[in-house]
């Protein structure tokens, strides 16, 4: 069935970098985008940005801008988000979610959740 | 972009209606038709429970429905059943390829 396979927890110290990947099966990989989405313990979601896995594009939330990285790999149907300078306030449940190409379709598949714990 | 504005709670008995709102800008909300509300159990991904502020996906009951006026989008839920108890989040396009959440609403049944 659809599905992505999110990687497992991480421990990070402040000022590291983590490397989540999210494995998609069960439908071309190139035909929908990739979204990243982390919730912190106990908040909202937040929206963090997209890659286009046909082009490799990419399109990152104000907030993150400069400190995460999406990447692709086509021919193992992964996606990859990396966060460098972590920091306490990053410790979040990191969330891929696929959608359709264009505005107007929902995220409609999800990982299930990579913790990230950021702790001296 | 700012998160979109949601009660924090709402709540309401079995099979009564609630309704859940969710307030931007013209610059998202009130500008697409765009408005996703998605599910979320505790220590669940989140669901995707209605689309482009009134479709439903399939296998998603039709008692949730969901409708927009100006800024503020709302989701209903009626004939409340128990395992409707979870956290809802509105979601909008914003423009410019970004896309922005609310800040989630917990829906209690008594």
């Known amino acids: ?120 | 972009q700012s998160a979109l504005t949601q009660p924090p709670s709402a709540s309401g008995s079995p099979g009564q209606s609630v309704t859940i709102s969710c307030t931007g800008s013209s610059s998202d909300v009130g500008g697409y038709n765009y408005v996703s509300w998605y599910q979320q159990h505790p220590g669940k991904a989140p669901k995707v429970m209605i689309s482009e502020v009134t479709k439903r996906p399939p296998g998603v009951p039709d008692r949730f429905s969901g409708s927009k006026s100006g800024n503020t989008a709302s989701l209903t839920v009626s004939g409340l059943q128990a395992e409707d108890e979870a956290e809802y989040y509105c979601s909008s396009y914003a423009g410019s390829d970004n896309w922005v959440f609310g800040g989630g609403t917990k829906l209690t049944v008594l």
Not at chain 1, 60 to 70: C, D, H, K, N, P
Not at chain 1, 95 to 102: E, I, L, N, P
Request: aromatic letters at 12%.
């Open chain 1, 1 to 120: 069935q659809v599905q992505l396979l999110q990687s497992g927890a991480e421990v990070k110290k402040p000022g590291a970098s983590v490397k989540v990947s999210c494995v998609a099966s069960g439908y071309t990989f190139t035909s929908f985008s990739l979204h990243w989405v982390r919730q912190a313990p106990g908040q909202s979601l937040e929206w963090m940005g997209w890659v286009s896995p046909p082009s490799g594009n990419t399109g990152y939330s104000q907030r993150l801008q400069g400190r995460v990285t999406f990447t692709r790999d086509t021919s193992a149907s992964t996606a990859y988000m990396e966060l460098s300078s972590l920091r306490s306030e990053d410790t979040a449940m990191y969330y891929c979610a696929r959608k359709r190409f264009g505005d107007l379709h929902p995220f409609d598949i999800w990982g299930q959740g990579t913790m990230v714990t950021v702790s001296s």
